[in-house]
């Protein structure tokens, strides 16, 4: 039998902590601590007990916050990091910019939706199989055709994006296509979404042939309309059955 993946719950409000620890014990891939915390500072003397591979962290708790905790961690960190998903009520960009930039894997918005919760966590514990050789490398070729330039930051964000989703158009939310990007590139959400957008359009500028053949827009396309089209594309090389309807 596979290691389950040791989680921990730091969440303050004691109603979403049950939640949380609710949750955990039904995804069989998990094992939730002994114990779960209140503030950050207890969450920090459990992390060092107990070692989890996953952290689940509220960001506003009384005593000590996340953001505490996190500060805690970069000052002192244990033997081997966790991965740590902050869910929290917070949406400021500085505030998520600002704890992604202090190690967190992902961010998500209370209320927590569960099913995404649970695609986030396929993705952060690598459940989800890396794709294919024949994939990789065959959205860079798609890219450099419509002009795109190997050095562009998101060239790379795209690629890895595009990579994910082909297979499983219709299926993924954009938020575990931009995880691939984060994780090799070492931005964030918001710096994923911006350079893949300043792509579009420096591709839709030029306008080679292939680019409107395979986008097929005479607007400039959102990035998910684009990277649906460059893993369509994919696709249509590779033979790669996808999810979609």
């Known amino acids: 039998m596979e290691t389950r993946v040791r989680t921990l719950v730091v969440e303050d409000d004691r109603a979403t902590r049950m939640l949380l620890e609710d ?9 939730l601590c002994p114990w779960s915390a209140a503030d950050g500072e207890e969450g920090m003397r459990l992390i060092r007990d107990w070692q989890p591979q ?3 962290l509220d960001l506003i708790m009384p005593q000590c ?10 000052r002192d960190p244990p033997p081997v990091r966790p991965r740590i998903l902050v869910l929290s009520k917070v949406g400021s960009e500085l505030i998520v910019d600002q704890v992604l930039s202090m190690g967190v894997d992902f961010y998500l ?34 890219l450099a055709e419509m002009g795109a ?15 994910c989703l082909a297979g499983h158009i219709g299926e993924r939310l954009m938020k575990e296509l931009y995880y691939a990007a984060i994780r090799e590139s070492g931005g964030t959400y918001q ?55």
């Open 23 to 31: 949750w955990v014990r039904t995804r069989p891939e998990l094992e």
């Open 54 to 56: 996953l952290v689940l």
């Open 65 to 74: 916050s996340g953001i505490s905790l996190l500060r805690e961690l970069e």
């Open 109 to 142: 918005r209370k209320p927590v939706n569960l099913s995404e919760l649970g695609n986030l966590v396929d993705l952060l514990i690598c459940r989800i199989p890396q794709q294919e050789p024949v994939l990789r490398g065959q959205a860079w070729e798609i």
């Open 149 to 163: 330039q190997s050095e562009w930051k998101g060239s790379l964000c795209a690629a890895l994006a595009a990579e």
């Open 191 to 245: 710096s994923v979404d911006k350079n893949i957008r300043d792509l579009v359009h420096q591709l839709h500028q030029k306008g080679a042939a292939s680019y409107q053949r395979i986008v097929k827009s005479d607007t400039r396309p959102s990035n998910r309309a684009f990277l649906r089209a460059v893993a369509r594309e994919i696709e249509r090389r590779t033979g790669l059955k996808s999810s979609e309807s």
